[in-house]
């Protein structure tokens, strides 16, 4: 192999072709990876809006439980990208068809991700400049710590999986002792008297803090196979899914859950700029953006060239140009007015990975010599998704139970509409 393609391979070039054996990781490397989407912003919230609605045990109990389903319904979305080597929207080509999969799953996927980028690229930014100013006087425009920060997160995303192995493996257990050390200030400073429940109304069930933990990973469950095609195995993938995705989902869960009981204040970084430590704040922050919205970017970049319909080898080039998108109408303030719109696309989001399960596990068996992409529109996948995502929001109002709808009518409409998967698993058996 020349040097030219030693280096195309260290960077990734291709999205939607098969990975092949030789190009899969060890679990321990996607473990790394895995943990990196957990510890973000939004997860610290989900514990302080688990906090302020019940007691500390249930609320520990009920979000812990969550991410114990999340990591059950990614390991089983996981295993598809594993036994395929293919990226999520490419694994929707049997139940949705090439077609369904290309303008609808890929390009709400696209969407989705694009938009959470500059989301939480925005959070990442104003934050870097009040804190600048707090620290040494420099007023540095929000707009500039935006595009600075996103460029770096960018291209990390844009050098693939290989880069974001390398991010993760340094910036978590760094991420993991200023966690740890923002606590224990927390504790010093506020004292443990806050912990106690007496002052907490329970003002949600139990089940429901269950679901919202869920919910808050809900996409980040359905786009698994992005990063678990790269493992050798089945059993790799059972591996770097629970130990990356379960203990750091709970310990960022119990942090915000802790810290928002002892200081009121939910966010880490925040918690160590305001017990005057800023620069370990700032350090936090960017870290826990960086490892998640890098992901963002490659996955948007994943599907744009699918929706585009792109040449395999432009996957790099769809990436930058997803990013940028992220961050100009971040720079522009559009991001602030949909965010409203982007959490709604949960629901849509959902029914995709009641389709992909369904055709993958029950109509093909779960084998992969019985994965067919279908050439034009599979209908029943279509109709499935949408009387899923509609149910799931005008009746139900959870997101994920969109995943449940989406399965069970599939595999109903599948009988009227024959998938491709099940014609050649009954070909072959």
């Known amino acids: 192999m020349s040097t030219n393609e030693n280096k195309d391979k260290k960077a990734e070039v291709t999205a939607l072709q098969a990975i092949s054996a030789e190009d899969r990781k060890d679990w321990i490397s996607l473990a790394f990876v895995q943990a990196g989407i957990c510890v973000c912003v939004p997860a610290f919230l989900l514990g302080a809006l688990l906090a302020e609605a019940m007691p500390i ?3 520990i109990i009920s979000g812990s439980l969550g991410y114990l389903i999340v990591v059950v319904g990614m390991v089983a979305t996981g295993m598809i990208g594993c036994d395929l080597g293919l990226a999520s929207c490419t694994c929707c080509q049997a139940g949705f068809g090439k077609s369904g999969a290309r303008f609808i799953v890929s390009t709400i996927f696209a969407v989705n991700m694009i938009g959470w980028f500059g989301i939480q690229n925005g959070v990442c930014g104003e934050a870097f400049s009040n804190a600048m100013l707090a620290m040494t ?4 425009p929000v707009v500039v710590s935006n595009t600075i920060w996103g460029i770096i997160m960018l291209l990390t995303a844009v050098y693939g999986v290989h880069a974001l192995e390398k991010l993760d493996k340094i910036s978590i257990p760094l991420l993991m002792i200023i966690m740890c050390y ?6 010093k400073v506020c004292g443990t008297g806050n912990l106690n429940d007496e002052g907490t109304v329970q003002s949600m069930s139990f089940m429901s803090g269950v679901a919202l933990s869920f919910n808050f990973t809900a996409v980040g469950t359905i786009t698994g196979p992005d ?3 790269f493992q050798k195995s089945r059993k790799d993938t059972v591996k770097s899914v629970f130990y990356g995705v379960f203990p750091m989902g709970v310990i960022t869960l119990i942090m915000g859950i802790v810290l928002t009981k002892l200081s009121g204040q939910y966010d880490i970084s925040m918690v160590l700029i305001e017990v005057g430590l800023p620069l370990l704040g700032i350090i936090a922050l960017v870290i ?3 490892t998640t919205n890098s992901t963002n970017a490659y996955s948007a970049g994943l599907n744009i060239v699918m929706a585009l319909k792109l040449k395999d080898n432009r996957r790099r080039e769809a990436t930058l ?13 559009i991001l602030g007015h949909v965010e409203g719109v982007l959490s709604l696309l949960s629901y849509v989001v959902c ?3 009641g389709v992909i399960l369904a055709d993958y596990w029950v109509v093909g068996k779960g084998k992969a010599k019985n994965f067919r992409p279908q050439d034009g529109v599979n209908w029943a996948g279509v109709i499935a998704w949408a009387l899923g995502a509609i149910i799931s929001y005008t009746l139900v109002k959870i997101e994920f139970v969109g995943i449940i709808i989406g399965f069970v009518i599939y595999l109903i409409a599948e009988r009227f509409i024959p998938s491709a998967s099940r014609d050649n698993a009954e070909n072959i058996a």
């Open 137 to 140: 006087g420099w007023d540095i």
């Open 321 to 333: 140009i997803s990013g940028i998108v992220g961050i100009v109408l971040c720079d522009l303030g």
């Open 57 to 59: 045990w249930p609320a």
């Open 288 to 290: 826990s953006t960086w």
């Open 351 to 353: 029914p995709v990975g």
């Open 182 to 187: 923002g606590t224990f200030l927390a504790f």
């Open 227 to 229: 990063y678990t095609r």
